[in-house]
T-cell receptor, first 116, second 116 residues
Framework: AQKITQTQPGMFVQEKEAVTLDCTYD???????LFWYKQPSSGEMIFLIY??????QNATEGRYSLNFQKARKSANLVISASQLGDSAMYFC?????????????FGKGTMLLVSP | DVKVTQSSRYLVKRTGEKVFLECVQD?????MFWYRQDPGLGLRLIYF???????EKGDIPEGYSVSREKKERFSLILESASTNQTSMYLC???????????????FGDGTRLSIL
């Protein structure tokens, strides 16, 4: 079974609208962390936001927020007021307590296209 | 800011050649990682290293080896390159962390490797 599932291969959104990118995860470990990365067409991976399994509040970083639903094992990324520069691949990733060396498991990604 | 530098953005090699991909980080991170990224498959971990001269296999180590002689440098080696190793290769580094740390992995810009 996949540990990180991103069911949306691609998403389209108009500029200034909000968009939600889905991520579900599978772990039996009570201690884990969830990360979202952005990869523009130039290739670099840019860290966006983090959510820990024991965090009481949903994480926020500027226009990015994480809709964390622990019982559902979902950690959806919400981008408010989309901009043309948000067009990119987005990856959800998980770090589990039993890894020992802080390895990340990545989903297959969602391509977001923002239109004017 | 953490800087992870990969020696080449683009590389073209022939089948059977021995190929070296180099990665250097400037933040004294203990952990370093090599991933390959293929369309529709996301990022897959090839090898990682948690200390000088120490290495661990990731999910897809076959056909690859690594070397870490100095803390800041982590090399990926394709012993005898094959066409199915044509891919985007990403290097990353991080501190030694438990699963609940919010510190991300920091990535280089990637190397697009073509094996002809």
């Amino acid at each position: 079974a996949q540990k990180i599932t991103q069911t949306q291969p691609g998403m389209f959104v108009q500029e200034k609208e909000a968009v939600t990118l889905d991520c579900t995860y599978d772990t039996s470990d009570p201690s884990y962390g969830l990360f979202w990365y952005k990869q523009p067409s130039s290739g670099e991976m840019i860290f966006l936001i983090y959510q820990g399994s024991y965090d009481q509040q949903n994480a926020t970083e500027g226009r990015y927020s994480l809709n964390f639903q622990k019982a559902r094992k979902s950690a959806n990324l919400v981008i408010s007021a989309s901009q043309l520069g948000d067009s990119a691949m987005y990856f959800c990733a998980m770090r589990e307590g039993n890894s020992g060396y802080s390895t990340l498991t990545f989903g297959k990604g969602t391509m977001l296209l923002v239109s004017p | 800011d953490v800087k992870v530098t990969q020696s080449s953005r683009y590389l073209v090699k022939r089948t059977g050649e021995k190929v070296f991909l180099e990665c250097v980080q400037d933040m004294d991170h203990e952990n370093m990682f090599w991933y390959r990224q293929d369309p529709g498959l996301g990022l897959r971990l090839i090898y990682f290293s948690y200390d000088v001269k120490m290495k661990e296999k990731g999910d897809i180590p076959e056909g690859y080896s690594v070397s870490r002689e100095k803390k800041e440098r982590f090399s990926l080696i394709l012993e005898s390159a094959s066409t199915n190793q044509t891919s985007m290769y990403l290097c990353a580094s991080s501190l030694v962390l438990n699963s609940l740390s919010n510190q991300p992995q920091h990535f280089g810009d990637g190397t697009r490797l073509s094996i002809l």
